[in-house]
């Protein structure tokens, strides 16, 4: 069964500093995998996504993802945070079947 | 946003009474999906659609039903509310061609 795993549930850091959040997903044949963030009390808003093509993917507000089959990895970086970055962020793996496995979620606090 | 609305965006019930909540949609998109969020336990799928009148399970559908009777309404049912359904929940459409899911606002149920 696919699984995808957060390692961290929570992750301070102070503002300006760089972050990185893990992700860990199931080996399967197709690879789809997607970050997300959450603001508090709103949905959900995709960051971006690995579909194919290069392993390292670019999103919104700064943040990039590197694709790495061999560790089954898929981890979420930015260089500089800032307060505004503060939320819950979710990775997500679908291997094509249209079932999507959700994270548990990490949460990042940007500390000023 | 999509085009994804949810009704209500907030509600207090009793246990054993029935609830409905709406997901609908202006798209026409073929894919949707109901999950729920709660601490700890990050998105976990309880129903999806795959067409009018074609749904199938997801890992946590115990205790909940779906209708879909048309492309833009997919309605989640919770035939007799218990205190372990009280959670956040959030609707989802699939962009096709994308592989990329796109999240309503969501819907706070709080069952007493």
């Known amino acids: 069964a696919q699984s995808v795993t957060q390692l961290d549930s929570q992750v301070p850091v102070f503002e300006e500093a760089p972050v990185e959040l893990r992700c860990n997903y199931s080996?399967?044949?197709?690879?789809?995998l997607f970050w997300y963030v959450q603001y508090p009390n709103q949905g959900l808003q995709l960051l971006l996504k690995y579909l194919s093509g290069s392993t390292l993917v670019k999103g919104i507000n700064g943040f990039e993802a590197e694709f790495n089959k061999s560790q089954t990895s898929f981890h979420l970086r930015k260089p500089s945070v800032h307060i505004s970055d503060t939320a819950e962020y979710f990775c997500?793996?679908?291997?094509?079947?249209?079932?999507?496995?959700f994270g548990t979620g990490t949460r990042l606090k940007v500390l000023a | 946003d999509a085009g994804i609305t949810q009704s209500p965006r907030h509600k207090v019930t009793e246990t054993g009474t029935p609830v409905t909540l709406r997901c609908h949609q202006t798209?026409?998109?073929?894919?949707m999906y109901w999950y729920r969020q709660d601490p700890g336990h990050g998105l976990r799928l309880i129903h999806y659609?795959?067409?009018?009148?074609?749904?199938d399970k997801g890992e946590v559908s115990d205790g909940y039903s779906v209708s879909r009777s048309k492309t833009e309404d997919f309605l989640l049912t919770l035939e007799s509310a218990t205190s372990s359904q009280t959670s956040v929940y959030f609707c989802a459409i699939l962009l096709a061609g994308s592989d990329t899911q796109y999240f309503g606002p969501g819907t706070r149920l709080t069952v007493l």
């Open positions: 659609s795959y067409g009018v009148k074609d749904t």
């Open positions: 798209e026409n998109h073929r894919y």
């Open positions: 997500a793996h679908t291997s094509g079947t249209y079932k999507y496995i």
């Open positions: 080996s399967s044949v197709s690879v789809y």
